[in-house]
């Protein structure tokens, strides 16, 4: 049986499972499941039960993944397990837990065990590990896909509902595409990487391997923030999950750029795939996806494989012999190149990632396969770096052009080989990804990971309000990242969604300190759709928050584009005379876009 995070979750709370059970079934069914190359380390499980069992002190309502068992990829550090990033002789054992991993803890968490790994991180395929080769739950001829192989394999056969990989090159994504399961990739410097083996630190990421993204995104909201244990954390504004969006706008490459190296089942997927977007009312539109491979082809064949050198430096001295022999062939590469090399590269990458941010001048984000082919674990044994590069084709460019990923599935193909689609974007757009994966994916109607469990449900974000919360729509100065949206979240306010009104209203820029719009009512001929976000407080949160709003705004009813009323900020036709329009930039986020810009 595999199970969601949010279905174990809402069983706990409702008391029809305990943690305690959900940790002891998690191990017997890796027990069950009898495949030693999944867990290079397990905990004790009466530990980890009482852990479990600690949790009903606590306040479950609180806690984002109450009880859910968790598989660590063994290249991050999880306190009182070896962190041996496969390979023995490096192992170590760490007194803390890696920032993710405490963070996910402090969310109610259990951690279970140190997944396996192409070793140190390098590689597509998850076949070189001293630890073996785990079985590709999908179809047993078939890599599992790596560096995060353990991880991928871990939730796709339901042994966990959640794991935790590494992304550098695609390491978070070709393997959930492998085991029909969802790879999210955050935003670099969303999520902390203190704790964790680098394998290229400028490029390195913590991944999520779930069912659903609804999951991905509980989990990511747990792990995300700045920390000063890592000098590459960024303060990035994580927004909500929000509805599919409106006049969504993919890029997919001009015609004859695609490369599938002769797999007409991939390609016909990937095309299948994109008439399901457009079904779901997303615009196609072409984009020149040749800058891209050229970043790519940067990754290896330029200065950041110095990175993976510089983690094993030491031991390829003193100990070659205990390194895969394909990844020392791969990091010793990084010891020939010189200064005049990197910055020749770095050069070039500035003037890519230049032209990568032209291409998402009119797109929302890019739709690509996750990866262009398959491979069996023979093929790739008899010829290990020239079928791995291949995987890497769509993935090798995200992490240095500074772009999100979201890899979620997209068929069974005939020949029973799962393959999946990813969805990128810049940098900070994570949850925007979610909103368009999620309804894609539910429209799949494919079974979860290699189990025969049913796509549950889409969680309607609209009607997502508890019994003692009420929404407010905020159109100005409260919105996600900008000057007052603190107030909100201090109340303990929530983001629901991002949506817009009916076209019966007119924005005006007032004349206050800080700057704010003020919403006017009109009739709807002669009025316009305004985007706006809709926010949850608790009741007591909600009359402090209305107490304090300052004339001329006050609260109203907003009647949405879906013809919903929703408590919001008005203001009457009095408080905008002499008030600056700016109701065709349809919003208050791109007049003040603009108005930075000019």
Known sequence: MTETVAAIVAAHRAGQLSPAQTVARSFQRIRDHNDPAIFISLRDEADAVAEAEALIAKDAALLPLYGIPVAVKDNIDVAGLPTTAACPAYAY?????????????????????????????TGLVGVRSPYGIPNNPMRGDLIPGGSSSGSAVAVSAGLVPLALGTDTAGSGRVPAMLNNIVGLKPSLGLVSTAGVVPACRTLDCVSVFSLTVDDAMTVLRAMAGPDGADPFSRNRELAGVSAFPANLRLGVPRDGQLIFFGDKASEAAYGAALKRWTALGATLVGFDLEPFYETARLLYDGPWVAERYLVIRNLLASSPDAIHPVTREIAAGGARLTAADTFAALYRLQALRRIAERAFANIDALVLPTAPTVYSTAQVLANPIELNSRLGTYTNFVNLLDLCGLAVPAAIRPDDIPFGITLLAPAGQDARLASIGRVFQADTKLTLGAGCVPQPQLADLSASLSEDEIAIAVVGAHLSGMALNGELKTLGGRLLEATATAPDYRLYALDTTPPKPGMLRVAAATGASIELEIWALAAASFGKFVAAIPPPLSIGTVRL??????????????????????????????????????
Do not use: C, H, Y
């Not at 760490?94 to 140190?120: E, Y």
């Not at 700016?582 to 919003?587: D, K, L, R």
């Open 561 to 598: 584009a879906d013809g919903r009323g929703v408590k919001g900020f008005i203001v009457e036709a009095a408080d905008v005379d002499g008030a600056r329009e700016i109701s065709a930039f349809g919003g208050w986020r791109a007049f003040v876009a603009e108005a930075a810009a000019g």
């Open 93 to 121: 054992m760490p007194s803390l837990d890696a920032t993710s991993v405490a963070r996910l803890r402090a969310a109610g968490a259990i951690m279970i065990g140190k997944t396996n790994l192409d070793q140190f991180a």
